[in-house]
Structures are given as structure tokens and as C-alpha cells.
């Protein structure tokens, strides 16, 4: 017997399996666990630097929203300021009593007024009838008692209604952008000072707001119009604002209950400009509307500033976390790849070394259990030659224990189905024999009688002829019923041979079918069973007929015993088919009872019966499966459905 394996023979394999199987990328552990602590540590910094930077814009655009939104209230202020002052300078002007002092004194009245507001270069007086009865100009002559007809005109029909009016803006000889403002006089049939202010003043309040470096402020009016603007050649161009995002937005919430009565704030993308933050005040008095802008990029200026400062602090992490996680890495991979040294010295047989590791943790206590079981293996080699030798002699006891116990098997089936096979063959060769016996007695008679006639004188020619014909008869029973005895006689012995020898040989399949068929007939006829054959003509195998006729006369066997039980006129099919030129096929099929599918899964297990009250070994199938298999070197297959029968496939090839 071979020498069992020492350890440094088992290596080799162990070496080559290791090398085969060794995986083909991999990144070292140190720099695992490096990438790993990076990684995390610019997570972190990453989240904290997004939340930073996203609570820096918000605070810078609510800081620049407020600053605004303070500038636009205190430009609307202003104006509202300039407005009011407007009105009233002209308010003591339209007391119930001016009307009646002398028109010098009126016109007297109108020039104080205008120096006294500059922005004021026309004041007229309407009567209470409307009609104009002294205009002083800065810019044209005073006009005394023209008359001029303004009943119908708006600023007297509105300013009578409401006491106050403010006319629409209007360019005056394109250049300056004027205001109409009428006030209605006090007491009963009032008259109309009517007066032109030059809104050019309002442009110094609006030119002084400075948001940042590039923030400014307009003022519009309720329809859009441009009033003011730091660049005055916007409002000598009579700019219709109105489109733009955030003046139609303010405009469409004028008078709602949703915007506040002060001011409020947007974000607006303004054409052919960058986007910028916008907050607006409304002037109450005249509906007009302060805008103040500053562009969204100087807005949140402190934002990049922030950013910046959180990527050098996202670079300086991820340097310091390269560093300390490199230091880690390298103080935790020392002592594994100490382990890893030791583990390659036991897998190449060297279970001597031990593995020294001083680390306090669990690292240490892995090599210890690596000595630990280096140790236990150095020992179970020393013995393992001994057990593998005894383990090697038991299990080939056994196995020649198995051979010979499927030996005594596989010829107890043999002798069991020859016979059976010497018995049905008996039965079968009794009829042909007795038949011949009776016939030769009979022949044995009629010579005994025809003798004596012809002793006691001459015979008739009738007499004669009837001798003959009855023993060419009986010759001719004899010779028919010899000849079938002989036939069975040749057929038994060539089966017998088939059953009781291992001879491999070529043969007619249709031909041996029939005989062993015949040999099968006393098994069928007990139950009024009944065979039939479906085999091509003249088809020729070369395998081992013992071996087949085993597996068809077990499979018919099983058929009378398992599928019909006690039930009488069954049916049995042999089918014959060459499906492919290398096989051939043998159907068994029958009208059984079937076989269940739980059953099915274990027809071939080894002493796997349901008969086994009636004598039933359960090796019959075990066998066929066996022969099938290892002899024949086919396949072997089963479907049954319950109720309905069972169809047993057999394929071996042509030549075996």
C-alpha cells in the first residue's frame, strides 16, 4: 500500500490551490483602511462645509435683503416727504377765504409759492366753474383772466372729487419728467390750484442710495413708468419698466392684502443683467414703487469667502487624514502581516515556526490560537499515517463485502429468474409431448390391429388404405408436435445460456424478443395476462442478451406482480424503436394501477418495495438499474401516472 502523506508531501497541492485560486486585483489592507479614514474624514468635512456654506448664503441674502428693504422704506420716506410737502405748500393756497382776496394778491401768492418750492414751475388758479383765471410760470408768461374752459378736464373733476389729485407723469418738452398735482380749495363751491412739479428733484434721493459697489435704486410709477433712476437718461427715454420680473410681480400685488403695506424682497434674473436681489417699498400717496437692486454675485460675496475657507480646510483634512490614517494604517498591518508570514510557513509544511506578536489586542490573541493550532496539527500528523493506513484496510474490507454481497445478489436473481424460466418451459414442452405420446400410442394400436388382420387372411384395399392414412396422420401429429417441443427445447437452452453466462454477442432483437417472450408465457397466463410485441424486423444489437434479458423479463415480471396485482387481463406493450443509429429503445409498457409520484422518486433505491407481504425483496428495479447502467451502458427512465399505468425506458446502444 502507498505510504500515507507526510506534511511536507501534502504542501504541493495546498501551494497550487493557493496560487490558482489567488485573487487577481487587490488593494493592500494599510491602504484600505488609509482610504477608509480619508474617506470618512471628507465626508465629514464635506457635510459641514455644504451646511456652512448653505447657512452663509442664507444669512448673507437675508442680511442684504434687510439692508435693502431699509434703504427702499427710507427712499419711499423721502418721497413720500417730498410729496407731502408739495402738497402742503400748495394746500395754503386753497384756503376757503384766498379766493376772495384781490387777483395781485393771488398772483402775489403763486410767486411766493414758487420760490418757496422749487420743484414747483407752474401754479394756475381754477375758479369754481373751471375756468382758468391766473397761471404763474417759471418758464412761460403769467397768464391773468384767460378763461380757458378745464370743467371737464380731469385734474378739476378729480381734484373736486377727492380734494387731492396726482396727474400721470409726463415728459414736459421730452426732456424732464413732470407730475400734476390739484387741490381742491376749501369751503362751499370750491376752486382748483392746479400746480406742475418737476419730479427731476426726486432723482437726487434716489441717486444717493448705494447698495455695495453696484446696487442702486428707481422709482416707478403704478403703471411701470420709470420716474427716477441714478442714470437720468433712463427716465429722459420714458422707460416702460413694467416687464421686468420683479417690477410686474411688485405691480401685481399692489393693494393685496398678501403684501405687506412697507416693502418686500425677491430674486429676479433682470434682461440682458445679471440676477440680483430686489426689494421694493410702496408709496402709498401716489402708488408709486422704490426699487433697490444688488447684484446676486456681490450679495453672497461672503459665501465665496466661506467656501474657499472650507475647501483649504477640506484639503488640510484630507492631508492630516492621509497622514494619521497611513500612521494607523502601518500599526495595524505590521502585526497582521506578521500573521500572514506565519500562516505561509504553516501552509508549506513548516509547523515548527511559531508566530510572535506583542500587541496587548485581539491580533495577539489570533497568533496565539495560530500557535495553538499549528501545534495540534503537528500532532495529528505524526498519527494521521497510522489511521489513514487502518481507515484504508476497513474501507476496503467493506467495499469487498459490498462487491460480493451484490455478487450473491445479482446470481440469486439469475438462478431465481432460470428457474422460473425451467418451469414455464416445462409447462409449455408438456403439451407438445403429450400430444406425441397419445399419438404414437394410437399409431401403436392401429399397427397391433392391422398385424392381426393380416395374420388371419388377406386384407381389403379399403382396409389397407385406411391403415396408411392414419398412420401418415399420426406421423404427421408427431413430427408437428416434436418439432414444437424441439423449437422449445433450442429456445429454453439458448436463454439459459443468455441467463446463466456473461457473453457478449450479436443477435436478432425481433427473434430473441419472441423467445424470451415464449419462455414468459406461463407467468402471463396464470393472470389471462397478455403480451404483445412492436419490434422492427431483422433489427441486430451486440451487447450482452443475459444482461437484457434480465431487464425485460424483471420488468415484466414487475408488471404481473406490482401493476396488476390481483387483477386478471392486463396489458403489456414491448416497444421497439431505433430513435438515433447509436441506440435503440425497449418500451415496457403496461395498464397497471401506476405508481405514485412519492413512490417514483425511490423506484430504484435498493430494497424499496411495496409488496414486500407478498415475498418482494425491493432489489428488482435496484438491479435493472444496476444492469442498465454499468453492463449495458445505457439509461434507464420511468413515468407512470396513477390509474392509468406505467411506461419503463430503456436505451443502450447498437453496439455495446
Known sequence: ?????????????????????????????????ALALVGLVTIVLLINGAVSVWLNYREARRAAFQVQQEKARGAAERVDTF???????????????WRRVPLEQQRYDFIRLLRQAPAITEVAYLDPAGKEQ??????????????????TDTRFVSAIADKVWFGPVYLRRGSEPYMTVAVSHSGRDPGVTVAEVNLKLIWDVVSVIRVGTKGYAFVVTSTGRLVAHPDLSFVLRDSD?????????????IGSEKQSPSSSSQIATVTNEDTVLSAHAVIRRVGWIVF??????????????????????LILGILLATVAGTLLARRLVVPIQRLQEGAERFGVGDLSQRISIKTGDEIEILADRFNLMAGRVQEAYETLEAKVEERTRDLNRSLDDLHMAQDRLVQ??????????????????????????????????????????????PLSRSRLQHFVDRVDEGADLLYANLTRAADLVHGFKQVAVDRSSDEHRSFVLDVWLNELVASLQPLLRNGGHVIRQECPFGLTVETHPGALGQVVTNLISNAV?????????????????????EYVRIEVADDGRGITPTDLQRVFDPFF????SSGSTGLGMHIVHNLVTVKLNGRIDVNSTVGRGTIVSVEIPIRC
Not at 134 to 151: F, I, N, Q, T, W
Request: proline content about 5%; charged content about 20%.
Open 1 to 33: 500500500m502507498t505510504k500515507a502523506m507526510e506534511p511536507t508531501e501534502a504542501i504541493p497541492a495546498n501551494t497550487a490551490f493557493a496560487q490558482d485560486h489567488a485573487p487577481r486585483t487587490h488593494l493592500r489592507l494599510a491602504t484600505k483602511l
Open 83 to 97: 410729496i407731502s410737502e408739495i402738497e402742503s405748500q400748495i394746500g395754503w393756497t386753497a384756503r376757503a377765504e
Open 134 to 151: 391766473l397761471r404763474v410760470s417759471r418758464l412761460e408768461p403769467d397768464v391773468v383772466g384767460s378763461g380757458k374752459d378745464y370743467a
Open 241 to 253: 419698466l413694467s416687464r421686468r420680473p420683479e417690477v410686474a410681480q411688485a405691480l401685481a400685488h
Open 292 to 313: 433697490v437692486q444688488l447684484p446676486l454675485s456681490e450679495a453672497i460675496a461672503p459665501v465665496y469667502v466661506s467656501l474657499i475657507q472650507t475647501l483649504v480646510l
Open 412 to 457: 440469486s436473481e439469475k438462478l431465481a429468474s432460470l428457474g422460473h424460466l425451467v418451469a414455464g418451459v416445462a409447462h409449455e414442452i408438456n403439451t407438445p409431448l403429450g400430444i406425441a405420446l397419445t399419438t404414437a400410442t394410437t399409431i401403436c394400436g392401429e399397427t397391433g390391429a392391422f398385424r392381426a388382420r393380416l395374420s388371419a387372411g
Open 561 to 581: 406482480i406490482h401493476a396488476f396485482e390481483a387483477r386478471c387481463n392486463g396489458h403489456i406493450i414491448i416497444r421497439v424503436s431505433h430513435p438515433s443509429a
Open 609 to 612: 418495495t411495496t409488496a414486500r
